[in-house]
């Protein structure tokens, strides 16, 4: 199965999104993939007039998701799931007025590009086991997150003691990069006519989420700049 659609952006261009989902049959009921695929080109209509650049908030996208099955035995299925996307954009930001022109303005550095870089990476293993008085489930899942953003969070303001003076600040690179793995293990039970029904588990998760920035700027008649960065980390279970 594809799909094919095209369509116009006013004050832009183009945009082109291609879909498309395949089954895989390896071994009839017993060994199974499916595939879909997912990849995007849109058209952007801002305007960045400092560095004449025109419809900088393009985008291009690409998700891939791979699901397979296995049914290695009557009391024992295998599942597994891979999703990989991409994501490149440009910022989405209109701050020049009027507004209705879709302009964008830089703060600080009137040259830099506010960018998105968005990509991760999702891995699962799920295994089930029917023990007969009770079904065995072990999941695995592992999760790899890069997100990038230039010139992110510009913002302009004036101080009570400066009113006709803006201060502008930027934040160059925000930084949102993640890893985890989780492990759950569930015995439940799978007697439906009996009035008891229980489930005993475990659950691990391991979490490193470093994010921040790598400075802040300030741009106006006090102009300056400054490190910064923050990490934090998670285990739990």
């Known amino acids: 199965k594809m799909g094919l659609s095209v369509y116009d952006t006013k004050k832009g261009g183009w945009s082109e999104e291609l879909t498309g989902t395949v089954n895989l049959p390896?071994?009839?009921?017993?060994?199974?993939?499916?595939?879909?695929?997912?990849?995007?080109?849109?058209?952007?209509?801002?305007?960045?007039p400092a560095i004449g650049a025109e419809d900088i908030n393009d985008s291009e996208l690409s998700n891939i998701r791979i699901k397979g099955l296995w049914q290695a035995s009557d009391s024992m299925v295998v599942r597994g799931t891979?999703?990989?996307?991409?994501?490149?954009?440009?910022?989405?930001?209109v701050n020049l007025e009027p507004l209705s022109d879709s302009n964008f303005q830089a703060s600080s550095d009137r040259t830099l590009i506010n960018s998105i870089f968005d990509d991760y990476d999702?891995?699962?293993?799920?295994?089930?086991?029917?023990?007969?008085?009770?079904?065995?489930v072990s999941s695995s899942t592992y999760v790899d997150v890069h997100k990038l953003?230039?010139?992110?969070?510009?913002?302009?303001?004036?101080?009570?003691?400066?009113?006709?003076i803006p201060l502008e600040v930027l934040l160059p690179n925000f930084r949102?990069?993640?890893?985890?793995?989780?492990?759950?293990?569930?015995?439940?039970?799978?007697?439906?006519?009996s009035p008891l029904n229980w489930v005993i588990g475990a659950f691990y998760a391991d979490k490193k989420l470093p994010f921040g920035f790598d400075s802040v700027e300030l741009a106006g008649p006090f102009s300056s700049s400054a490190p910064g960065q923050d990490t934090l980390t998670i285990s739990e279970s």
């Open 26 to 48: 390896v071994i009839d009921d017993v060994l199974a993939f499916r595939v879909a695929a997912t990849y995007k080109n849109s058209s952007g209509w801002i305007n960045q």
């Open 82 to 93: 891979v999703i990989h996307h991409r994501n490149n954009a440009g910022g989405n930001v």
């Open 122 to 136: 999702i891995f699962n293993l799920t295994v089930s086991y029917d023990l007969g008085f009770a079904d065995l």
């Open 149 to 164: 953003q230039t010139a992110y969070n510009m913002q302009s303001f004036t101080l009570a003691s400066l009113p006709t």
């Open 176 to 193: 949102n990069d993640a890893e985890s793995f989780a492990q759950e293990i569930r015995l439940s039970s799978n007697n439906n006519d």
